[in-house]
């Protein structure tokens, strides 16, 4: 045994070692879908294996246990080492184990949670809301029966309105592989998003390789083609494929209609065009989309110079290739413009699920006479939907191109009992206050960070009769949650919805009142 200095004896190195196979009980499941198992004084973290089940696990790295909860869930004691490995085989299987649908599955980032039944996916949800709250909240606030059933997806599969893709250098896009940006895998199906969806994103790939144009290489700073967006309305069934590249300067020279290499064009921030004003080869783009996709009527070329690895508007020049510069969608009756930045619920047919609950919750209190405030309300969404029967809505979001398109769907949908601000809530709020009076009824749709401490104080001091918190992160809510109540309030319903089902995401419908 080592010693340290003063000839104290240096605890115990780990029991087990990278390379070694043990066979472990997973007692627990991550959200991430790391199963959670312990020897000794060692946690083990397996992906993809199930509660209950017994694995011949292969040990690929140890480290010192960082002694904190993940996701939510404790572990089964305090380790001193923390262990990751791989399923050598399973040699009792978990009655929840299903057979994952796609190919890309375990390898994709995309979906953590396919290889177990849906059904079982819904009940640890639920575990998982109600976990999140118990860590913040007394026992005695969240009762058992508190936390109701998880309403599942219409669609388990093909539900997604939405892809966000990079291009690999080699030109054709792709998901990124799990636990690396660097690396991804190519699209060859993809079973959460529409079949038109995965088709477009084929044949963009076809093209680029065509014509020989390159995907942008971090490793290398170079390259031309960057990410692709595509999406499609659930109930137009309207089509929107939208392509963001560096300039057309950072390809070299080469004759018109040349399919041979684009040659090694430095991708380099602050490039300019240089005087080409099209993407290159876009009317043959333009045909191979047509031609077997009936449904495309928005597609844009967005050119961003700056070395920025997100999709961004905002500084870029944005073209329309073909069609119009967005596709509609409805939603509950409404109809709504989607431009290629709009923020929109990724499954439509779950949304209008989420409204239903907010209208539910709100009616139950409504008056002709209130006046609703919709935080965080991006482009309208909640707040058009539930303005009839109401004196007023007001609504507060950050993005000034999202409040101009609420206005603008406000407009299309012959609404006019609806006003839009811009501007961060913690700051407007009180402004609204001011102006259009105390709210009688609050509904909030925070991002995953939350509403935070001075958003929610200054909900509690406008005392509104009812609030209907819309949550897409269980931890962020409970904090919330933690700050409300003692204002006054207390829980009336706690309603988790899957918007999607094979990943460990779910949103909650909480809706509070105020006591008397």
């Keep these: 045994m080592s010693t340290r200095p003063g000839g104290q004896a240096a605890p115990p190195g780990p029991a087990v070692q990278a390379g070694e196979e043990v066979t472990l009980t997973i007692t627990q499941l991550a959200p991430s879908g790391l199963g959670l198992g312990q020897r000794s004084e060692v946690c083990f973290l397996v992906p993809f294996a199930l509660p209950g089940e017994e694995v011949v696990a292969g040990v690929e790295r140890v480290s010192r246990a960082r002694h904190r909860r993940r996701s939510g869930q404790p572990r089964p004691a305090t380790p001193r080492w923390e262990a990751t490995a791989r399923v050598v085989s399973i040699v009792k299987s978990s009655p929840d184990r299903a057979v994952p649908a796609c190919r890309h599955f375990g ?25 999140a709250l118990l860590q ?44 690396s940006f660097k690396s991804l895998i190519e699209v060859e199906e993809c079973h959460l998003a529409t079949p038109e969806m995965v088709k477009a994103a084929r044949v963009v790939g076809d093209w680029a390789v065509a014509h020989g144009l390159p995907g942008y290489d971090k490793a290398k700073n170079q390259g031309f083609l960057r990410h692709l967006v595509v999406r499609q309305a659930y109930h137009t069934e309207e089509l929107m494929v939208a392509l963001e590249t ?117 009616a139950a209190d409504a008056r002709p006479t209130d006046l609703l405030f919709d935080l ?65 009824l609050i509904l909030l749709d925070p991002p995953r960070a939350g509403a935070g401490s001075k958003v929610i104080r200054r909900l509690g001091r406008a005392e509104p009769r009812r609030i209907v918190y819309v949550s897409c992160n269980p931890h962020s809510l409970a904090a919330d949650l933690a700050e409300l109540l003692p204002a006054g309030y207390h829980i009336t319903r706690v309603q988790p919805v899957d918007l999607f089902p094979h990943t460990d995401h779910v949103e909650t419908v909480v809706t509070l009142t105020r006591s008397h």
């Design 136 to 179: 913040v909240l007394r026992e005695a606030t969240v009762p058992p029966d508190l936390v109701e059933p998880v309403i599942p997806s219409l669609a388990e599969w093909h539900y997604r309105n939405k892809l966000e893709l990079t291009f690999s250098p080699g030109g054709r896009p792709g998901f990124h592989r799990r636990g």
């Design 246 to 362: 560096f300039p057309p300067s950072v390809l070299r020279s080469r004759e018109p209609g040349d399919p041979g290499e684009a040659g090694s064009g430095q991708a380099t921030a602050g490039g300019d065009d240089e005087g080409q004003s099209t993407l290159p080869f876009a009317g043959d783009l333009v045909e191979r989309l047509r031609a077997c996709l009936p449904q495309l009527t928005s597609l844009l070329w967005l050119s961003n110079p700056s070395p920025s690895d997100v999709v961004k508007v905002e500084g870029s020049r944005l073209q329309v290739l073909y069609g119009r510069e967005f596709i509609e969608e409805r939603l509950a009756g409404l109809t709504f413009r989607l431009e290629l930045p709009t923020f929109f619920q990724t499954n439509t047919r779950q949304a209008e699920t989420l409204l239903y609950l907010a209208r539910e919750a709100l």
């Design 107 to 131: 390898s994709c980032g995309g979906c953590a949670w396919q290889h177990q039944a849906y059904r079982a996916q819904l009940e640890r949800k639920r575990a998982l809301v109600r976990s």
């Design 376 to 440: 965080y309300c991006g482009v309208g969404t909640f707040g058009l939907a539930l303005a009839r029967g109401l004196r007023l809505v007001v609504g507060i979001e950050l993005v000034e191109s999202a409040v101009a398109a609420a206005s603008a769907n406000a407009a299309r949908n012959g609404i006019d009992n609806v006003v839009f601000l811009a501007g961060e809530v913690r700051r407007v709020f009180d402004q609204a206050v001011a102006r259009f009076g105390p709210p009688d």
